[in-house]
């Protein structure tokens, strides 16, 4: 009986220069995912028509869809490699098609299936994306926070900042500011915190500026990807509410 294979179209090149199209036929093993066909790719780099090549560059860590590292565009769906199973009732080759995977284009290439997504991470400043704590000495038990905050709070902590979102995105590109939706649900997430609270102004203040919450297009490309199933329409709704009200009557506060 002949082994099934899949095939997997791969777009490579390095940093700004031209990109290639290279395929390679991979066995297609039980419980297969993207990740260990890049791993069997990685250990034999031929191509499907014999060629030897280098192997593919590509980023991963957790393997388990927490880190969010591994995101690339698969199919023309920004995804997480690691959980994205070839065969299987979800796989998205059961029967050995070709899969398209590509670098996210909303980034940087670095080099392959690599983007430098350093913007993101800025963005994470930008909103101070931490609670800030006063020292190291015992600051005594913090206030309680109620069973409908936590769940709310626990939803949207699962954000990887893998970069889904933004790639989904129409607004979030080259030619604009745009902070992007997971940069604005967090902002929601840490102004819900007991100390995070001490900052909700400033971090307010960060997406009323260029490139904030007024340049979402509301397109939700954003939650249609999610691979947290985080949901950031309802986020970016509350955030706008709260800008809203800061843009009014914040002055009081001053």
Known sequence: MAEKTVTLRIKRGVADEASTWEEFSVALQPNANVISCLMDIRKNPVTKDGKTTT???WDAACLEEVCGSC???????????CSTMIA???GIA?????????PMSKFPRVRDLVVDRSRMFDALKRIRGWVQIDGSHEL??????SASDQEIMYTLSRCMTCGCCVESCPNYNDHSPFIGPFAISLVRMYNMHPSGKM???ERLDSIMSDGGIADCGKAQNCVKVCPKEIPLIESIAVMGRETLK????GWLLK
């Open 140 to 145: 005594g038990a913090g206030p309680r926070v």
């Open 55 to 57: 192997p593919v560059a």
């Open 71 to 81: 995101t690339v565009v698969i199919n023309g769906r920004a995804r997480q490699a």
């Open 88 to 90: 299987g009732p979800h």
């Open 94 to 102: 059961p029967n050995g098609e070709t899969i398209t995977v590509e």
């Open 199 to 201: 900052q909700a102004g």
């Open 246 to 249: 800061r843009a009014l009557f």
